[in-house]
């Protein structure tokens, strides 16, 4: 079964740094382009970037919000994506989705989640 | 506040036939056909449910169903059923800086 499994969220403190990983499964890794997603109660669901495949550049893009304090990374060997975010702010509080679009709709249409990491952010 | 809107809300009885709208700008529902419809279950996930404005991904029952008119797209579920409750979400494809905007969502219930 194609899966992904987010891990690394918990409790932080404004200011402070956290690695989310998500290990993917079932599919091949290398070649798909990958997006977080989270969802606040404030905001509803937010796109955060994406990073393109090996092949494609690893390009990556991200949101406004986070832009120069998220980085999205991959590692094809393990099949792992991370999203390492710092300087956290109490509006970065929320669930936190890796996220992989339908082949070639890779950008626009989100065909498999994972079950989402909790991130909150609070002194 | 969400860059797409959509209704807080919408109720039907079962066998009806509903229709939620999501309204952008030029800039993102009227850009591109790359309007996609998520359907989420409290404590789950979202589920893809309509990709590229109309286009049902495998699995998906045939009662879903999108178009888009300008600026404003909609999702159409016929025959109501019980397991349709639960919250819609419309996004659609920019290609600026933010890739992808969300709608805020609306609630769809049951009678």
């Known amino acids: 079964e194609v899966q992904l499994v987010e891990s690394g969220g918990g409790l932080v403190k404004p200011g402070e740094s956290l690695r989310l990983s998500c290990a993917a499964s079932e599919f091949t890794f290398s070649n798909a382009w990958m997006t977080w997603v989270r969802q606040t109660p404030g905001r509803g669901l937010e796109w955060v970037g994406r990073?393109?495949?090996?092949?494609?550049?690893?390009?990556?893009g991200y949101a406004a919000p986070v832009k120069g304090r998220f980085t999205i990374s991959r590692d094809d060997s393990k099949n792992i994506l991370y999203l390492q975010m710092s300087s956290l702010r109490s509006d970065d509080t929320g669930m936190y989705y890796c996220?992989?679009?339908?082949?070639?709709?890779?950008?626009?249409?989100?065909?498999?989640w994972g079950q989402g990491t909790m991130v909150t952010v609070s002194s | 506040q969400s860059a797409l809107t959509q209704p807080a809300s919408v109720s039907g009885s079962p066998g009806q036939s509903i229709t939620i709208s999501c309204t952008g700008t030029?800039?993102?529902?009227?850009?591109?056909?790359?309007v996609s419809w998520y359907q989420q279950h409290p404590g789950e996930a979202p589920k893809l449910m309509i990709y590229?404005?109309?286009n049902r991904p495998s699995g998906i029952s045939n009662r879903f169903s999108g178009s888009k008119s300008g600026n404003t797209a909609s999702l159409t579920i016929s025959g109501l059923q019980a397991e349709d409750e639960g919250d819609y979400y419309c996004?659609?494809?920019?290609?600026?800086?933010?890739?992808?905007?969300f709608g805020g969502g609306t609630k769809v219930t049951v009678l």
């Open positions: 996004s659609a494809y920019t290609g600026s800086t933010t890739l992808v905007v």
């Open positions: 590229e404005v109309s």
């Open positions: 996220v992989r679009g339908l082949p070639g709709h890779w950008d626009d249409a989100f065909e498999i």
């Open positions: 030029s800039s993102d529902v009227g850009r591109f056909n790359y």
């Open positions: 990073i393109t495949s090996k092949t494609n550049g690893e390009t990556t």
